[in-house]
């Protein structure tokens, strides 16, 4: 059987598009682009080039665009760059139990050097109450974040909502937009936030890329310490090539959000499993407000892993662990009150650009003959 790709959540191949972006660059336009002479200025304007397309997507000024080295640096420039640069006043956050750990880590770090930290529950679909937001307001809180959409389960979080909170009560707001950046409309201000993070390659650009919006006025410690790169929030000489393909591949997103094929790949596929084991199967996320690629089920009763070890040519993700012959539900589904039968079964299938009908149809296939 050929193998199927149903995991684009955790990685995309690089598109065309992105490696011809990032070819000319690979044979020349070498110089710095901090360097005033003639060899930094093809690099120079790459970069500026690159950042504009970036900001382009996300609807706000080139300048408040900061290239980092993926979504896990840009969540953690965000939270310690604005606790660090507010050392010594405000120090409660806001988050949500089924955060990223690129922003549960940070926030377990944080409240090492003093930082309070407050996580709102969510509920069965993984959607989280704006007025549990609101009554986890503090007279220190200085940051809410909350994800735009579950790497897991796909569920888009309400944050227009919970940005006019943020706003009325005079505290900053991040999402960390990693799996909705290039699938949905993320556009800044009809977000309501004042940082997002994105990660590349969750968008058909390279590992090692990614980038933090941070509106203009909101000022951070920077991680990194040297000269003043990327405005003086990153130090470090930018990785042009890298940029370049971030920049491509928000261009080449644009015009694709919503993802009309991919969600009717992704019904498709869900129909389908449905006829094929009944009440055998349950959908974890929001039927609805969920990204158009990502398919969550729980095969009642089953092992995930076991049924993944399986179909060896079908690449998807689990939603429990194993250790030792006892299974763990990600804390995501536990935080969803996912029962343990339930979740242990738990399977996320993201589908993608490449994903065809053929595919589907074969991945139900190899999935009956596992499960028979």
């Given at each position: 059987?050929?193998?199927?790709?149903?995991?684009?959540?955790?990685?995309?191949?690089?598109?065309?598009?992105?490696?011809?972006?990032?070819?000319?660059?690979?044979?020349?336009?070498?110089?710095?682009?901090?360097?005033?002479?003639?060899?930094?200025?093809?690099?120079?304007?790459?970069?500026?080039?690159?950042?504009?397309?970036?900001?382009?997507?996300?609807?706000?000024?080139?300048?408040?665009?900061?290239?980092?080295?993926?979504?896990?640096?840009?969540?953690?420039?965000?939270?310690?760059?604005?606790?660090?640069?507010?050392?010594?006043?405000?120090?409660?956050?806001?988050?949500?139990?089924?955060?990223?750990?690129?922003?549960?880590?940070?926030?377990?770090?944080?409240?090492?050097?003093?930082?309070?930290?407050?996580?709102?529950?969510?509920?069965?679909?993984?959607?989280?109450?704006?007025?549990?937001?609101?009554?986890?307001?503090?007279?220190?809180t200085f940051l809410i974040s909350v994800m735009h959409a579950n790497n897991?389960?796909?569920?888009?979080?309400?944050?227009?909502?919970?940005?006019?909170?943020?706003?009325?009560?005079?505290?900053?707001?991040?999402?960390?937009?990693?799996?909705?950046?290039?699938k949905i409309a993320t556009r800044v201000d009809e977000l309501g936030v004042?940082?997002?993070?994105?990660?590349?390659?969750?968008?058909?650009?390279?590992?090692?890329?990614?980038?933090?919006?941070?509106?203009?006025?909101?000022?951070?410690?920077?991680?990194?310490?040297?000269?003043?790169?990327?405005?003086?929030?990153?130090?470090?000489?930018?990785?042009?090539?890298?940029?370049?393909?971030?920049?491509?591949?928000?261009?080449?997103?644009?015009?694709?959000?919503?993802?009309?094929?991919?969600?009717?790949?992704?019904?498709?596929?869900?129909?389908?499993?449905?006829?094929?084991?009944?009440?055998?199967?349950?959908?974890?996320?929001?039927?609805?407000?969920?990204?158009?690629?990502?398919?969550?089920?729980?095969?009642?009763?089953?092992?995930?892993?076991?049924?993944?070890?399986?179909?060896?040519?079908?690449?998807?993700?689990?939603?429990?662990?194993?250790?030792?012959?006892?299974?763990?539900?990600?804390?995501?589904?536990?935080?969803?009150?996912?029962?343990?039968?339930?979740?242990?079964?738990?399977?996320?299938?993201?589908?993608?650009?490449?994903?065809?009908?053929?595919?589907?149809d074969a991945a139900v296939a190899a999935l009956a003959r596992a499960l028979?």
């Amino acid at each position: 059987m050929t193998p199927i790709y149903l995991d684009y959540n955790a990685s995309t191949p690089i598109a065309p598009e992105v490696v011809a972006a990032m070819e000319p660059l690979l044979r020349g336009s070498f110089g710095n682009p901090s360097s005033g002479h003639w060899a930094g200025a093809p690099a120079k304007a790459a970069l500026a080039a690159a950042r504009s397309q970036v900001a382009a997507l996300l609807g706000c000024g080139a300048e408040e665009v900061v290239f980092t080295s993926g979504g896990s640096e840009a969540n953690n420039l965000a939270l310690k760059g604005l606790f660090f640069r507010r050392q010594g006043g405000p120090s409660h956050i806001i988050a949500t139990e089924i955060e990223h750990p690129a922003i549960l880590a940070p926030c377990r770090f944080l409240e090492s050097l003093g930082a309070r930290v407050t996580l709102v529950p969510v509920d069965g679909a993984g959607l989280v109450d704006p007025d549990d937001i609101r009554k986890a307001l503090r007279n220190d809180t200085f940051l809410i974040s909350v994800m735009h959409a579950n790497n897991e389960v796909g569920t888009i979080q309400p944050l227009a909502e919970i940005g006019k909170i943020a706003r009325d009560h005079g505290v900053l707001f991040h999402t960390d937009a990693a799996q909705s950046v290039g699938k949905i409309a993320t556009r800044v201000d009809e977000l309501g936030v004042d940082l997002l993070s994105v990660a590349g390659h969750k968008l058909y650009a390279p590992k090692g890329v990614g980038a933090l919006y941070i509106r203009r006025g909101v000022e951070i410690e920077p991680l990194i310490h040297g000269a003043a790169h990327e405005n003086g929030r990153r130090a470090g000489t930018e990785s042009v090539l890298l940029a370049a393909a971030l920049g491509k591949a928000c261009e080449i997103a644009a015009p694709m959000l919503a993802m009309p094929e991919v969600r009717h790949l992704r019904d498709l596929f869900w129909d389908r499993l449905k006829s094929a084991f009944g009440a055998g199967i349950v959908l974890n996320g929001h039927p609805e407000l969920r990204l158009p690629n990502t398919l969550n089920v729980s095969f009642v009763g089953r092992v995930s892993a076991d049924i993944l070890a399986r179909i060896p040519q079908v690449a998807a993700s689990t939603g429990s662990a194993c250790h030792s012959g006892a299974v763990t539900l990600s804390p995501v589904l536990a935080a969803m009150g996912v029962s343990r039968n339930v979740g242990m079964g738990a399977i996320r299938f993201s589908l993608g650009r490449g994903t065809t009908d053929a595919e589907i149809d074969a991945a139900v296939a190899a999935l009956a003959r596992a499960l028979s």
